[in-house]
């Protein structure tokens, strides 16, 4: 997963720890014991690497950011405070993949708390003023007393929680074990989401709402006793010019044409959203325009020849969508020339020559999908010309020639495998290999000449393994791999690892020298300058 960015937070005023090193951290305070990264030794300890220590109670002035940033060195691991931690705002690990860990020996308090990839463990009880959160599985938190907090939030995230004071939502609970609603509690500027399986209950992206309201100093729950209110239909404007993929959440009452097209016209699909009255013949030509397939969700009604003909140009699978009474041979052929896949659609009746020579032009691999008396070999060669993937089988081994399968494993090496063992001739198997070097494997070892093995190797030097394997491997072939890719060096057997391969390697990549055997390393560093 991709780390997601989130707006900087107030900076942090804090009085300064000390820094001692990882190591020291481990043994006085029995890390290996506490904290899962090293009971699990899922972490080293670095002799580089460093944690804060701050002795006795600590007061923070704003939030407290559990992330790598410029406040925070990536050489520096973790924080452990060894007395009670009071942040005056709230305690923020954002990046839900990684984070220095926080080990806080005392007690916590806090307006509110965000667990992300971080581990965060409390040895005594957390008093959190309003929202705590646990988000994704890379992190941990762990409160060994009691959580005090408004609301509690597990989104598929390791808890370890000694005793709860507060309502809860888990990702993982269905409702008939908790009823809260979490359009109780949330703010009304917060996005709820009502997913339907594996049951039906309130959700909430927590990294998109929550984090950026948290991180901004931003309430996140309601005032005590105030209902929550739905957003007007201007309100949905914005929110949809800013988040065309929520239509789904608008209220099906707010549904225009004006606002459905604010969808649609960034992704077609989401047609399916539109209420009935919102989808005018104006809003499903704009989605079947942008996504041939929304032509699923028009009305019958609005089905002709214009939105038929702009849906099939734009995905040639939408003509699978079309009605019966619309099929003609001209909207089949503009199918098959967007995607030749759409073949599968075309009626039997209208599955001619040109509507399948047009199919294979366009995606080779449709092939499979013609009618076995119009496998000519004419339109099998042109197919092969266009494959994505080697589709020798689909034609009858009597119409298969050399010039066909040449076709094809050049543009799919690996497909030599399909290709007859008589049909594996040295000039099928030197496309192959041009193609994907790996494809040697299926090289008859009859047919494998000078040629076609230095091809596979300049083509995929690492097959350099499989050489050695079957002991064929020599240095000349070594240099043509290393010439081609000088970090193939960590995959050549040591003996063949001369002076002459070494420069070549490194001259074509700097980082190679770190595989060329120390003793060769000077010579070597001369000769590659």
């Known amino acids: 997963m991709n780390l997601k960015s989130c707006p900087d937070a107030p900076a942090i005023i804090m009085q300064q720890p000390v820094m001692i090193s990882e190591i020291e951290a481990i043994t006085r305070f029995h890390l290996d014991t506490v904290l899962e990264r090293y009971a699990s030794k899922y972490v080293s300890p670095q002799k580089a690497c460093n944690v804060w220590l701050h002795e006795g109670d600590m007061e923070i002035d704003g939030n407290l950011i559990v992330d790598w940033s410029e406040n925070w060195p990536t050489d520096v691991v973790g924080m452990i405070v060894t007395g009670n931690l009071t942040v005056k705002d709230s305690i923020l690990n954002r990046n839900i993949n990684d984070g220095p860990f926080l080990l806080v020996l005392g007690n916590v308090k806090a307006n509110n708390l965000l667990g992300g990839g971080s581990e965060i463990h409390i040895a005594r009880s957390a008093m959190i003023r309003d929202l705590c959160v646990g988000e994704y599985n890379d992190g941990i938190l762990t409160i060994k007393g009691t959580l005090e907090c408004k609301l509690l939030i597990v989104d598929d995230h390791f808890t370890d929680i000694g005793k709860k004071k507060c309502h809860e939502w888990t990702s993982d609970m269905p409702p008939s074990v908790s009823e809260l609603k979490l359009s109780d509690y949330l703010s009304d500027e917060i996005n709820i989401q009502t997913e339907t399986e594996p049951y039906e209950r309130e959700t909430v992206d927590v990294y998109e709402e929550i984090v950026p309201r948290l991180v901004q100093g931003l309430p996140v729950l309601r005032t005590k006793g105030a209902r929550r209110k739905g957003k007007a239909y201007q309100d949905w404007l914005f929110e949809l010019r800013e988040h065309p993929d929520r239509l789904e959440k608008a209220p099906q009452e707010l549904h225009t044409p004006e606002l459905v097209m604010l969808s649609v016209t960034n992704y077609g699909g989401w047609l399916q959203h539109a209420s009935a009255k919102s989808r005018s013949r104006e809003v499903c030509l704009a989605a079947v325009s942008n996504s041939g397939r929304a032509l699923e969700f028009v ?101 298969l020639t050399e010039e066909m399968c040449v076709a094809a494993v050049s543009k799919h090496g690996g497909g030599l495998k ?112």
């Not at 009305?299 to 699978?317: I, M, N, Y």
């Not at 042109?382 to 494959?387: L, R, T």
């Not at 290709?419 to 030197?430: G, K, N, Q, W």
């Open 299 to 399: 009305p019958e009604s609005f089905k002709d020849e214009q939105l038929c003909k702009a849906a099939v140009t734009t995905d040639g699978c939408a003509l699978a969508f079309v009605p019966a009474s619309l099929m003609s041979e001209e909207l089949c052929r503009i199918a098959v020339g967007s995607e030749g896949g759409a073949l599968y659609a075309v009626p039997p009746e209208l599955r001619t020559m040109e509507i399948c020579l047009a199919a294979v032009r366009s995606n080779g691999d449709a092939l499979v999908l013609v009618p076995e008396a119009l496998r000519t070999k004419e339109l099998c060669l042109e197919a092969m010309h266009h494959v994505n993937t080697c589709s020798v089988e689909a034609i009858p081994r009597e119409s």
């Open 418 to 529: 399909e290709v007859p063992v008589d049909l594996r001739t040295p000039r099928v198997c030197l496309a192959a290999v041009n193609n994907d070097g790996h494809a040697l494997e299926y090289v008859p070892i009859d047919s494998r000449n000078a040629e076609i093995v230095r091809a596979a190797i300049v083509s995929s030097p690492d097959i350099v393994i499989d050489l050695h394997r079957e002991g064929v491997l020599t240095e000349d072939l070594c240099m043509v791999a290393a010439e081609k890719w000088g970090l193939v060096l960590m995959h050549i057997p040591h003996r063949f690892l001369t002076v002459r391969v070494c420069i070549a390697a490194v001259k074509d990549c700097d980082d190679a020298m770190e595989y060329v055997p120390t003793h060769l390393r000077e010579m070597v560093k001369a000769g590659s300058r």
